[in-house]
T-cell receptor, first 112, second 113 residues
Framework: GDSVTQMEGPVTLSEEAFLTINCTYT??????LFWYVQYPGEGLQLLLK?????DKGSNKGFEATYRKETTSFHLEKGSVQVSDSAVYFC???????????FGAGTILRVKS | NAGVTQTPKFQVLKTGQSMTLQCAQD?????MSWYRQDPGMGLRLIHY???????DQGEVPNGYNVSRSTTEDFPLRLLSAAPSQTSVYFC????????????FGPGTRLTVL
């Protein structure tokens, strides 16, 4: 079945450091791919998405590129801030239907 | 436009008690779903609905019931709570269609003693 694998956390970085959170997926066909962010005590918010191969999603300085050949959707940010501390979830939506399949989540802690 | 709302925010139950988690959305979304979030396991789909009167099971449906009598509301019922149902529950909604964003509620933190 469809699945998403994320790098385990927590990831601890200093402010202004470069961030990469790895995400790979297994799915048939061409799923849509998402990164959601959960700030402490809140629900999930969509951070960015990509719906076809080679698409790049971007938002708030975060970027991720849909790589069909490596079945990956790694999240990157050039310079993290303390306010980026949160849990990040990679997810896929199969070609048909609305169900989301989530990875386990990666905790990011940014220190000043 | 309130988005997706959930009540209550926190709940403590004793084993065997029943309760209903409420979820409502005001965006006229056809699709609604319930997830549970457990440490190290991400979010897992419990039940979902593609419209009023239509519901289906997700990945972990046992112990939960749902109904969808209106487009706006999608309550989740625990008939006989068990400690294994201690979790954070999220409701989400979206339009039907390819690649569309799902909007999540703020969650309900449930503890079963």
């Amino acid at each position: 079945g469809d699945s998403v694998t994320q790098m385990e956390g927590p990831v601890t970085l200093s402010e202004e450091a470069f961030l990469t959170i790895n995400c790979t997926y297994t799915a048939t066909g061409y799923p849509s791919l998402f990164w959601y962010v959960q700030y402490p005590g809140e629900g999930l918010q969509l951070l960015l998405k990509a719906t076809k191969a080679d698409d790049k999603g971007s938002n708030k300085g975060f970027e991720a590129t849909y790589r069909k050949e490596t079945t990956s959707f790694h999240l990157e940010k050039g310079s993290v801030q303390v306010s980026d501390s949160a849990v990040y979830f990679c997810a896929l939506r199969p070609l048909y239907g609305n169900k989301l399949v989530f990875g386990a989540g990666t905790i990011l802690r940014v220190k000043s | 436009n309130a988005g997706v709302t959930q009540t209550p925010k926190f709940q403590v139950l004793k084993t065997g008690q029943s309760m209903t988690l409420q979820c409502a959305q005001d965006m006229n979304h056809e699709y609604m779903s319930w997830y549970r979030q457990d440490p190290g396991m991400g979010l897992r789909l419990i039940h979902y609905s593609v419209g009023a009167g239509i519901t289906d099971q997700g990945e972990v449906p046992n112990g939960y019931n749902v109904s969808r009598s209106t487009t706006e509301d999608f309550p989740l019922r625990l008939l006989s709570a068990a400690p294994s149902q201690t979790s954070v529950y999220f409701c989400a909604s979206s339009y039907l269609g390819g690649g569309d964003t799902q909007y999540f509620g703020p969650g309900t933190r449930l503890t079963v003693l």
